[in-house]
């Protein structure tokens, strides 16, 4: 079992930076692809990007690359989302997911842990 809380969401404006973490416990961590996926107000979850377990491999959505970062610690047992150059259309909220396996991938259906979820609300 993996328990995920997620942290950092706030209000920010456009062109502004947010970082958000996620803190796993309950399995181990390395061994675990990590990704953030986000839901807009009335839209489908969507996916941001993911990471392998060891960070060496990393995977992005077209719409946030060259923003956003994922980074990992496995000392830690943390994974980040450094988001630069927000945009009103980044606001979501942000949800982390680790699936049983190393490699990375971009489907929702991959993942079977999940945290709460942080709000990201980008003012313009």
């Known amino acids: 079992q993996v328990q995920l809380v997620e942290s950092g969401g706030g209000l920010v404006q456009a062109g502004g930076s947010l970082r958000l973490s996620c803190q796993a416990s309950g399995r181990t961590f390395s061994s675990s692809a990590m990704a953030w996926f986000r839901q807009p107000p009335g839209k489908e979850r969507e996916f941001v990007g993911a990471?392998?377990?060891?960070?060496?491999?990393?995977l992005y959505a077209d719409s946030v690359k060259g923003r956003f970062t994922m980074s990992r610690d496995n000392v830690k047992n943390t994974v980040y989302l450094q988001m630069n150059s927000l945009k009103p259309e980044d606001t979501a909220v942000y949800y982390c997911a680790a699936r049983n396996g190393r490699s990375v991938r971009s489907d929702h259906d991959e993942y079977g842990y999940w945290g709460q979820g942080t709000q990201v609300v980008v003012s313009s």
């Open positions: 990471m392998s377990g060891s960070g060496g491999s990393t």
